[in-house]
């Protein structure tokens, strides 16, 4: 069963909000997705997750993208923080990949999420779920593949069919090789008792 009380999320991604809400509302679930900057987020709330984000705010917000987790659970609550990891601190991510596909986006590396994090939140968990990344990113490019004819040709282009196929079979190879990491970081605040949250 579906939890009853609202859920509230957020994108800055109007196609994403428009077909997410037109799905959470087909299905029935009480879940409302605006179209709003995470800075902007208020209230508290029971569970705040983080899917994707991390390696998209770029390393100076870092700690800002923490205490917005912080201030918007409740004190029992739980936060998950997805992100895709680096093995290295670095401040900026692949040229090509930051010119033509993230602008501006960087992994973050486990010093920079712990500086982050520091005095605000413990972790309860952190586990690697890399090696089942690879075959997403295979599978999205079978995806797109398969589906690139229906896209209109003018707008989606060859050189974006190829800018595409470049980065998934890249970031593919990335984690294959265990030069990309997938991370998934379950948090509480300062004082709460330890959830039963670990994984087996």
């Known amino acids: 069963s579906f939890p009853t009380r609202r859920s509230s999320d957020l994108t800055v991604a109007k196609e994403q909000q428009k077909w997410g809400q037109a799905k959470a509302d087909s299905l029935g679930l009480p879940v409302e997705i605006r179209l709003s900057d995470y800075r ?10 983080s899917i994707g984000m991390m390696e998209h705010v770029g390393w100076r917000n870092h700690r ?10 409740e004190d029992e ?8 990891g680096s093995n290295e601190t670095q401040h900026h991510g692949i040229p090509f990949f930051e010119k033509h596909i993230f602008p501006n986006a960087a992994s973050p590396s ?3 999420l712990g500086k982050a994090m520091e005095n605000l939140l413990i972790v309860e968990d952190w586990h690697n779920i890399g090696p089942d ?14 589906g690139y004819h229906t896209l209109d040709q003018k707008k989606y ?8 196929r470049f980065y998934l079979l890249a970031a593919a190879g990335a984690v294959a090789a265990r030069e990309s990491q997938l991370w998934h970081l379950v948090l509480t605040k300062v004082g709460r008792p330890q959830p039963d949250c670990r994984f087996s």
């Open 40 to 49: 902007n987020v208020h209230g508290k709330y029971d569970a705040v997750v």
């Open 64 to 73: 800002t993208l923490m205490e917005i987790v912080h201030r918007s659970m």
């Open 77 to 84: 609550a739980i936060a998950v923080i997805h992100t895709i």
């Open 110 to 112: 486990i010093a920079q």
């Open 133 to 146: 990344y690879r075959p997403t990113l295979l599978a999205w490019w079978d995806n797109f593949d398969a």
């Open 157 to 164: 282009d060859r050189r974006f069919y190829l800018m595409w």
